[in-house]
Nanobody
């Protein structure tokens, strides 16, 4: 009964910035680890960044110095600040979260938001 919705994607030039947001809604008791993943056409879905319920973060090496993941537990949101974007960052970005509801505790996925980095 929980769901995740991403927003903030779009078209930017190389070197530009975007801020992605993920909002969880539904019958939520608590949210564990959240993360951002991305998938380019013809490629597998790969981890970008994760953040635990106590704000510990992890990043894939290719974005470590450019992206920042954060979360606001009060509003059940997670953000990804992306700076110095490169063409290779072009992908559909997906939000993921482990959510506890009255029924269970499991992983949920958002539907994705497109990020295109191009001149």
């Amino acid at each position: 009964q929980a769901r995740l919705v991403e927003s903030g994607g779009g078209l930017v030039q190389p070197g530009g910035s975007l801020r992605l947001s993920c909002t969880a809604s539904g019958s939520i008791s608590s949210i564990g680890t959240m993360g951002w993943y991305r998938q380019a056409p013809g490629k597998e879905r790969d981890l970008v960044a994760t953040i635990t319920s106590d704000w510990s973060t992890n990043y894939v090496d290719s974005v470590r110095d450019r992206f920042t993941v954060s979360r606001d537990n009060a509003w059940n949101t997670m953000t990804l600040q992306m700076n110095d974007l490169k063409p290779e960052d072009t992908a559909v970005y997906y939000c993921n979260a482990f959510i506890r509801t009255i029924s269970n505790y499991r992983s949920y996925w958002g539907q994705g938001t497109q990020v295109t980095v191009s001149s």
